[in-house]
């Protein structure tokens, strides 16, 4: 059978000149549609043709050319466009070169029946008519004899000079790239029964440059996804789809509309599975996924690989048995998508686990990381499998020892009163299989870092009092810290509870230290809030915390309703010490350089203040959202703080109370000096 071939080699013919490599070489757009005058020239040898091809007596019309996808055709189908010109039909496309004077911006478009001549403004525009006409000509001939033949070898030998042809063209547009891309996922559709592994991994390895730039189509996406399951062990599959697999999930926005994008990043996961050194390759893939720099420079990355993680978890554990195949993907797409039955395999569903703890591994991933796993996105059935919880201790440990907030209170859970991994892997809980070591980790970051003590205990206090006790009792350290704050702060609500508790402590040696202590405490606030002492107390401004400290040394203070530090050198250290009197109604810190950090402890013990002076102190806007727990507040000042119209505006919602807001100086720009409310 003989077959019509186009191939590399007939390039020189349909381009009309030798093809070289593109660098350095000037660049095209392609041209769609555009102005331009011309010319038929027939090539009859009479004398009335003759004459009528006399540069003097030749016609020139003015067009609005089209390059569509099969034909050259003009908005005016009249005089010597009449008809369209197939590109089929056209011999030779080349500039002219030797020209009358005038006219040297002309190309010729060599017809079995004559010539069009083209008239360009300049030798630029001439020039890129002159490729796209190529290009066009070329890609509507690979397309024609690849679209007719279904023979592996031709389509081999074809799809390679089409995307050869594609590499060296001079002209850039998307179509360039896309219009190869969708020829191919034509041809795979038509014979993807009739082409081998040896022709698919050639057909791979000569598509794979287009795709580092170029979104793969869904025919071309289940097309590697077989390749995928077939030959899992192919080097086609490591050193072809990484770039492809890493374009995908630097750039996918939704895989729900593309899920035959996320079936291949599944299959080529499961491929990596299937290597004898897998965990090295899998190590690999994720640091070729992140890139080199400290920090990963495409956000999507990420959150489109775990959500494809999840997903193949969630599907080993869609039903009890682990049998029922997911039915994510249409009908009509289920013949290229993953054969979902693997996903109910352990072995494979751990792989997935494997990729969540080696994005735990990158400092940059990890805040992300946290936030997507909240609320618990496992099912319920899977806190119960004792595989899974180990492999997620790794992450969560990551999470519980991390040192940024954001990261380590991701534990508690998404709100109060919802359970979190905190209550997951408590001594009680489903995943606890280390008699609540990791408990402890979490517990201890959460009370001596940035969680608010007392609002974090209220919070938990209901629900992990039990588990808290039973390993106070058995000696944990910051079990017994957590029962004594507990009591310290007034948190439990039944008398038993706190019997409980004081038994606890004495049953211990350290409990005991602890309770002792406490006590003494007790006593010397009882002694400091006995009443007593002076109803207003302002101190010199070279005054510290340490003044502070002995000042509530000496004496009651029970009578004291306010306190002026204003212009004093106190930090938010002293707030530690302020929060023994939690009756005080006016504070003034202006000019301190009292921070977050003590602001937070004020909101948190001092309920019952009045009127709160910061002007001019080094509180944030993140600090200042916590006065809305200050709902006894008449007078504010925050002026001179970086104070935003957001939460200004929270505030005025969240205090009642509140007559006289002082933001001068400040973000809030409606409010502008001290305000009043009604």
Not at 168 to 179: A, E, F, L, Y
Not at 278 to 302: A, N, T
Not at 337 to 366: G, K
Not at 476 to 504: A, F, G, H
């Amino acid at each position: 059978m003989k077959v019509d071939t186009f191939h590399y080699s007939s390039l020189q013919n349909i381009y009309g000149f030798p093809i070289t490599n593109n660098n350095g070489v000037l660049k095209y757009k392609l041209v769609h549609e555009g102005s331009i005058q011309l010319c038929r020239i027939s090539h009859t040898s009479t004398v009335v043709y003759k004459i009528l091809n006399m540069k003097f007596l030749r016609r020139w019309e003015a067009h609005q050319l089209v390059l569509g996808d099969s034909t050259l055709y003009s908005r005016t189908p009249e005089g010597h466009m009449e008809c369209p010109i197939p590109y089929c039909s056209i011999h030779d496309i080349h500039a002219l070169t030797r020209w009358e004077a005038g006219q040297n911006c002309c190309l010729r478009v060599v017809l079995h029946t004559g010539s069009l001549l083209l008239q360009a403004s300049n030798v630029y525009v001439r020039d890129q008519w002159l490729h796209s006409l190529q290009w066009k000509r070329a890609i509507h001939r690979y397309r024609k004899l690849l679209c007719s033949t279904n023979i592996p070898e031709v389509i081999t030998m074809e799809v390679q000079a089409m995307i050869d042809m594609t590499m060296i063209t001079c002209v850039q547009d998307q179509m360039v790239c896309q219009v190869p891309l969708e020829i191919v996922s034509d041809i795979l559709s038509q014979n993807g029964d009739v082409l081998d592994s040896v022709v698919h991994s050639d057909i791979i390895t000569t598509v794979a440059p287009l795709l580092e730039n170029n979104q793969p189509s869904p025919e071309i996406c289940a097309f590697f996804s077989k390749h995928c399951r077939n030959s899992p062990r192919s080097t086609v599959v490591l050193a072809m789809f990484t770039p492809v697999i890493y374009r995908i999930l630097k750039h996918n926005m939704d895989f729900g509309k593309n899920p035959r994008l996320q079936a291949f990043v599944r299959d080529f996961i499961l491929a990596l599975h299937s290597k004898d050194n897998k965990d090295e390759g899998f190590i690999d893939f994720i640091d070729y996924m992140h890139g080199p720099s400290s920090e990963c420079p495409h956000p999507r990355v990420l959150p489109n690989l775990v959500a494809i993680c999840l997903a193949s978890v969630a599907t080993y554990f869609q039903d009890s048995n682990c049998f029922r195949v997911r039915a994510d993907i249409n009908n009509e797409e289920s013949d290229s998508s993953t054969d979902e039955s693997v996903l109910h395999d352990e072995d494979v569903m751990m792989t997935f686990l494997r990729m969540l703890q080696l994005t735990a591994d990158y400092d940059d991933w990890v805040p992300a990381l946290s936030g997507m796993l909240l609320p618990i996105p496992f099912p319920k059935i899977a806190l119960y499998h004792r595989k899974l919880t180990t492999s997620l201790k790794y992450i969560i440990r990551r999470f519980a020892e991390d040192p940024r907030c954001e990261v380590h209170t991701a534990v508690c859970g998404v709100r109060d009163g919802k359970p979190g991994w905190l209550d997951i892997f408590c001594p009680s809980g489903p995943a606890c299989d280390d008699e609540g070591e990791l408990f402890s980790t979490m517990l201890q970051k959460l009370i001596s870092c940035c969680c608010r003590r007392r609002r974090f205990l209220m919070s938990v206090t209901p629900r992990l009092f039990e588990p808290v006790v039973q390993l106070a009792k058995v000696g944990n350290k910051t079990c017994l810290e957590v029962v004594c704050s507990m009591l310290e702060l007034d948190i439990l609500l039944k008398p038993e509870q706190e019997v409980q508790v004081i038994q606890v402590l004495k049953s211990t040696e350290e409990g005991r230290i602890m309770y002792d202590a406490l006590c003494e405490r007790q006593l010397v606030l009882q002694q400091l809030r006995e009443k007593g002492g002076p109803k207003s107390l302002s101190l010199p401004s070279k005054s510290t915390d340490a003044d502070v400290a002995r000042l509530f040394s000496n004496g009651p203070l029970g009578n004291l309703e306010s306190l002026n530090l204003a212009f004093t050198h106190v930090t938010s250290q002293c707030a530690k010490i302020l929060i023994k009197l939690p009756n005080l109604k006016h504070l003034n810190l202006w000019s301190t350089q009292f921070g977050d950090e003590g602001l937070e402890l004020i909101t948190e013990h001092m309920l019952e203040l009045m009127s709160l002076n910061l002007c001019e102190t080094q509180v944030t806007d993140q600090g200042l959202r916590n006065l809305s727990d200050l709902k006894k507040l008449i007078h504010l000042n925050m002026n001179s703080t970086p104070l935003t119209t957001r939460t200004c505006r929270l505030l005025q919602k969240t205090l009642p109370n509140l007559v006289s807001m002082d933001t001068r100086y400040t973000e809030v720009l409606d409010i502008g000096e001290e305000a009043s409310f009604c």
